[in-house]
Structures are given as C-alpha cells and as structure tokens.
C-alpha cells in the first residue's frame, strides 16, 4: 500500500496542515504586531537618546550663557562687575593692583564654580595671556593668546558661544579624560577684556559608553554648518569626505523628517537628528539598519524556531495520534484475515496491490471472510456427513446377523465350556466396538483412542479366526493425542482381513505402526496376505481418487453411498481434515506377499 492512500497518512497530513494553518494563523499576525512594536521601540530608543544629549547640550548652554551674564552684571566690590577688573588687569602696570585684581577674580570664579558644580574648570584670560582658574593646578599665565589656535579662534568671534571637544584638558595635564569645553569672548564690541572657558566632562554631556556599546553608531555635533564633535574620531580626524558626507545628512535632516533612512559610506543608515534653532548647536546620530533592527532580527528567528518547533511537536503529536486511530483497524482487519471455521485454513498475508486505505482493506477482509466462511461450511457439513455416512456404514455392518450372530454364538460356546474370562473379554470388546462405533458426540478423536477401538477390533475377529489371525501394534507415543478422523483406522484393518485371506493362506499378520518422520506423522497398516493384483491395484487407487473428486465438489455427499466404509470413505476423511498437507500410498510390498497402505499427515495444522 502506498504510503499517501495510507488511512493513517490521509489522518496524520489532514491533522498536520490544520495545525499548521492555525499556528501560522496565530503566530503571524501576532509577529506582525510584535515586530511592529519592536520596531517602533527600537527607533524611539534611539530617538530618545538623542533628544538626552541635545537636552543636556541646551541645558549646559543655557549655564553657560548665566555664567557669562554674571561676569557683566554681579558686582565683586564698589559696584563693580568681573568684566570691569578685567579690563583694569589688562591695562595696569601696577603689580600690588594686578596682585589684588587678580585675587578678586580668583574668588569670583572660585564662587562661581561652587554655585555651578557640573564645572570641571572654569577659567578666564586675557589678551595678555593672564591665566585666572578655580583650580590651583593651573599656571597663572599662558603667553600671549596669538600662541594657541584654540584662543585665537575666540578672539576671533563677536561674543557668541563656541562649543568644542578636548580629548584632555589642553591647560592641566592631570586632567587626563575628555572635555567639552564652551568659550565667547568678553566685551567684543568694547575693550575686548578678556576671553571665559567653560569645561565639562564630556560624559556628563554625551553618554560615551553606552554609545560605544552600539556597533557602527556615529554622534556629530554641530555648530552651524561646522562638525564640532564626532564619535568617529574627534574632529579634527575626520576626512573632508567625511565631514562633506555628514555635512549632507544634516542638510537632508533639517530639510525633511527625522528620523528618516538613508545611504551613507556604502550601508543603509538610519538618521536622527535634533537641533536647536537659537544656540545653533545640533545633535546627529547615525546608526546602520543593520543595527538597529538586530534585536528584531533575533526575535525573527527565536519567533520562527519557536514556530517551526511548535509545528514539529505538533507533527509528532498527530503522527502518533493517527496511529492510535488506525491500530484498532489494522488489528481487526488481521482479526477478520485470520476468521475460519477451518482449522487447517493457512491465513495468507494479502497484499494491497490496488493501494486501499485501511477503510476498504477491512470491507475487502469482510468480504474475504464472508466467503471462507461459507466454503468452510460447506466443508464443514460434507465432512459431517461423511462422518456420519461411516457410522451409518458401520452400524450397518455391526448390527449384520451374520456377524452378530458369529460373535453370540462364540460368547455361548464359550459359556457353555464355562471358560467365564472369555465371555467375559468377548463381552467386553463387544460392548466397546458397538459403544465406539455408534457414538456421535464427536467426529475427531485422538489416535490412541482409535488405535485401542482397532485392537477391540481384531480381538474379535482373532475369536472368528482362532489362530490363523496375529496382528502388531506399534505407535511411538509422542503420537498419542494425535487429532484424527473417527473410524479411520478400523475399515482398512477390515479391509486388510477380507482380501488378506484364501483358501492357500494358514495365517495372516496385520501390522500397524506409527511414527514421526521429519515434520509429518506416519500411519502404516500392512499384512502379508495374498496381494492385489497390478490391475485391480490400479482400479482400486482410480476408484479412491474419483471418490475423492466427487466428494470435494458434491454438495451434501453426494453418492457416498456407494463405497461404504471402506478405503475410499478414510481417505477422503483424511483429506478434508488435513488438505493438500494429507497424502496416501497403496502398494504391495516388495519384500513378502502383502499389501501396505501408508498415511502420511502434517504433526501441526
């Protein structure tokens, strides 16, 4: 049977494409939303901590711009703002007043530092290259401003606020870790007195740490048009490609909506951006897509080996279960093939070559069994009726006055010689041949059983026969429960005893034997009468094997009658009981006079 026309393949598929379609009807709509949700969460992280550091950047100008505010209008003494002992710094020769000047200042700043504690340094100078600081690790002066391209380029501004990155801090080599350092210039439109610096820990302004953690992401900061910071290598490293390249992403930032994808240095970037309008400063991140979706992509593939696991222990689930459903069937349909009244009826295994399902398999062995079932009937009832054919024959012949007669006539001779253990055994085997011959309970009987009825049998005609009747039995008792057909052994004795003798013959021996011999067991009944003829051989083994023919295709026994109890009516007992598993030989024997018939009959049905 092909597998597909299998019933427990059509149930297993059946099973399987439904919890295949409902786990996809459940699972997809739900990765959908959950991708959906993902996606957005990822995105708006990443949003949000741009939008962090673009509020702290604001945050950190706006104290920025009220330090530099207090440095015009807080008074140190005599109503005097910080500017204005800048300017007297700047002009006076005098060292007890540069002393005193520079010591007001000092402790300006000092206080300014305590009232602003996100300041790492906080530091003012002048276009002398005077040096006042919080820190006490600073040097008081610095040379002229013309020396540092940092001083410089505040000078060069009007006063607004610049914004640049420091990977250590330019006039402390203690200070070892990166700055952001905020810088304007004082009075730009006066006596330009001096320059104010603002340092921070770059940290506290941009999360470095958790941005080193996200693998391809790039930070800029900008001023104006200008990239004043870059995770990507300051800014002084960046390449004039590079800073042309981010220049375009923030142009294209500030021109649409953010955040927005787009390609950059050969992959597909997403873009965030965040400005603010009035300081000018503005906050870029780029991250590759590739990034940004990984955790969507580790759902995507934990979400499908979860599917594809849930569909396999679903498979196996609904494999198993048709199994279950389909066992009782294939048991029954092995149930229905095995179904004979025929215990020599050898149950073939069918093939299915038309490839029926397990349905169509049992109403086929239905049919199948249907049908054995009546030829096992009709088998069934013809042996039966021989049977009882053979124990009407035998009736016949025992209840025959000639017979009968003989054998009363024998018992009253012998009581009138008052030899009472003779009656007594004549009686006997009387009573048993008639009780064993007339019995119908069954229609089998084991071999020693009938090989004791065949001893009853001769005894009695020894009586008629005096000393010219012997006979031998030999039976290997292994043989003992032998299952046989009733009133078997009996006709052929007879049969041995009526053509063994003639009026040349002093004696007659019968022998039967049985034995085992390969898988088979050996039934023998031989004598060493007279013979049979070659002809009459030939017609008396002719005349068995037509009766044989017209039993096994006559209904109801048809024309047993005629043959009576003798060869032909054994043989076909034998045969119904035993098949084409029966086989009999009829011969003379080579050695003496004599004929021998031999049974042959498998030990196991």
């Known amino acids: 049977m092909r597998l597909w026309n299998s019933l427990h393949t059509k149930f297993f598929l059946t099973y399987s494409l439904i919890a295949v379609a409902i786990i996809l009807l459940v699972c997809m709509p739900m990765y959908v939303y959950l991708k959906n949700n993902i996606e957005k969460n990822t995105i708006s992280r990443f949003d949000e901590t741009v939008s962090k550091i673009k509020d702290r950047l604001d945050e950190r100008v706006n104290q920025f711009d009220v330090l530099s505010q207090l440095l015009y209008w807080s008074s140190i ?29 000092k402790s300006f700043v000092t206080m300014l530092s305590t009232v602003y504690p996100d300041a790492v340094n906080i530091r003012l100078f002048t276009m002398e290259g005077d040096l006042i600081s919080d820190s006490e690790d600073d040097p008081t002066s610095v040379g002229p401003y013309e020396q540092y391209e940092e001083l410089k380029r505040i000078a060069a501004t009007n006063g607004e606020t610049l914004l640049s990155y420091e990977p250590r801090d330019p006039w402390n080599a203690t200070n070892g870790y990166p700055v952001f350092v905020f810088s304007r210039m004082l009075l730009p439109w006066e006596t330009r007195a001096g320059m104010l610096e603002v340092m921070i820990k770059a940290d506290e302004l941009v999360d470095l740490e958790t941005l080193s953690q996200i693998k391809g992401a790039q930070l800029n900061l900008f001023f104006g048009d200008a990239i004043i910071y870059s995770t990507d290598s300051g800014h002084k490293g960046l390449t004039q490609a590079q800073q042309q390249e981010y220049g375009r992403l923030k142009q294209q930032s500030s021109a649409g909506k953010y955040p927005f994808m787009a390609k950059s ?41 979860a599917m594809l696991l849930l569909i396999l222990i679903s498979v196996a689930l609904f494999y198993i279960l048709s199994r279950i459903l389909t066992r009782p069937l294939k048991q029954l349909k092995r149930t229905i093939d095995r179904i004979s009244l025929d215990e020599n009826d050898e149950q073939l295994n069918m093939d299915n070559k038309y490839e029926m399902d397990e349905i169509h398999l049992i109403n086929r062995s239905f049919r199948n069994m249907s049908e054995r079932l009546k030829n096992s009937l009709e088998d069934t ?129 019968v022998v039967v034997s049985a034995y085992i011999e390969s898988a088979h067991w050996i039934i023998r009944i031989e004598d060493n009468g007279v013979g049979i003829a070659e002809q009459r051989l030939a017609q008396v083994i002719a005349k068995v094997e037509d009766y044989l023919k017209q039993m096994l295709s006559s209904a109801e026994g048809e024309g047993m009658s005629q043959g009576g109890m003798g ?34 009959g498998p030990l196991r049905r």
């Open 567 to 600: 060869v032909a009516n054994s043989m076909g007992r034998l045969k119904f009981m035993f098949k084409d598993n029966f086989a009999y030989e009829i011969e003379n024997r080579e050695d003496v006079p004599g004929v021998r018939i031999r049974l042959r």
């Open 77 to 105: 003494s005599n109503d005097s703002p910080a500017v204005n002992y800048l300017n007297g710094l700047a002009s006076s020769q005098d060292f007890y007043e540069r002393y005193q000047l520079r010591g007001a200042l």
């Open 381 to 509: 009832v013809r042996f039966r009726t021989l049977q009882l054919q053979a124990h009407f024959d035998m009736l016949q012949a025992q209840i025959n006055p000639h017979f009968l007669f003989n054998m009363l006539g024998f018992i009253q001779s012998s009581a009138e010689d008052r030899n009472l253990n003779q009656v007594s055994a004549l009686s006997q085997n009387l009573l048993g041949f008639f009780r064993y011959s007339i019995s119908t309970q069954s229609p089998i009987i084991t071999l020693e059983k009938e090989l004791a009825f065949t001893i009853q049998y001769l005894e009695l005609m020894k009586i008629r026969f005096v000393d010219k009747l012997r006979y031998r039995i030999e039976a290997d008792p292994m043989l003992a429960n032998l299952v046989v057909p009733k009133l078997i052994l009996q006709p052929l004795v007879e049969n041995s005893i009526q053509h063994g003798f003639n009026e040349s013959t002093n004696s007659l021996e």
């Open 265 to 305: 240095f050969g992959d597909k970037q997403y873009v965030f951006f965040k400005s603010n309008d009035p300081s000018d400063f503005s906050v870029m991140l780029t991250v590759p897509k590739r990034v940004v979706f990984a955790s969507l992509v580790n759902f995507r593939n934990v979400a499908i080996a």
